[in-house]
């Protein structure tokens, strides 16, 4: 019931996740059966873009999510994966979607474990950020979901100053380590919300 679209934003939802790991309705996944992006799952975008909820293209297949980037108007997010080019898995984002995201003002956030990681390790996930920077400049990576949730994750919230230590021995600046800690979120959070409260033209 795309209706619900709106409800849901007002209740507090930032973004959703059309696709998990296996295809639906709406598109396919990146863990095999991806045919595209269907015309429900644009009808949902394009639902998502009025309420200012901005699309999620953690687990969308490649076809999938390049139909999705190119439809939504909205900055996307990438909520959890990796850097393939790090590790090379199905959950991960070859260089070319690091770019796409990073194109459209969007955000990659690095999920700190398998499968994403090859080992749940903080200087595995800092490599997953640094190429991200690399590949997209620092306004697009950020830390991932799965953090004191389902996964068991090297830390939890509180283990936050171990990561911002070891990029500060990578000789990172201070501004590109508030941006990973959640300004580049917060910053795409804010644009969608305005972007939805815009009428269309």
Avoid: C
Wanted: proline share 4%; aromatic share 4%; charged share 25%.
């Amino acid at each position: 019931d795309l209706t619900r679209v709106r409800q849901v934003a007002e209740d507090g939802v930032v973004f959703i996740g059309s696709v998990h790991l296996r295809k639906n309705d709406y598109g396919g996944s990146s863990f095999g059966n991806d045919g595209g992006l269907t015309r429900l799952g644009r009808r949902l975008i394009d639902q998502m873009n009025q309420a200012g909820l901005m699309v999620d293209l953690a687990h969308a297949g490649p076809k999938t999510f390049d139909a999705a980037l190119a439809h939504t108007r909205l900055p996307p997010i990438v909520s959890h994966a990796g850097a393939r080019a790090i590790h090379d898995t199905w959950r991960n984002l070859s260089d070319d979607q690091i770019r796409a995201i990073a194109q459209r003002g969007g955000v990659i956030g690095v999920m700190l474990v398998p499968p994403a990681l090859e080992r749940p390790d903080l200087y595995e996930a800092l490599e997953h950020l640094t190429r991200i920077v690399t590949v997209g400049g620092e306004d697009v990576a950020a830390l991932g979901s799965d953090l004191d949730g389902y996964m068991r994750a090297p830390i939890d919230a509180s283990g936050l100053a171990q990561l911002t230590e070891l990029m500060l021995r990578a000789g990172w600046r201070p501004s590109r380590i508030r941006k990973m800690l959640g300004e580049n979120v917060l910053r795409v959070m804010t644009e969608a919300k305005q972007a939805g409260s815009t009428p269309r033209s």
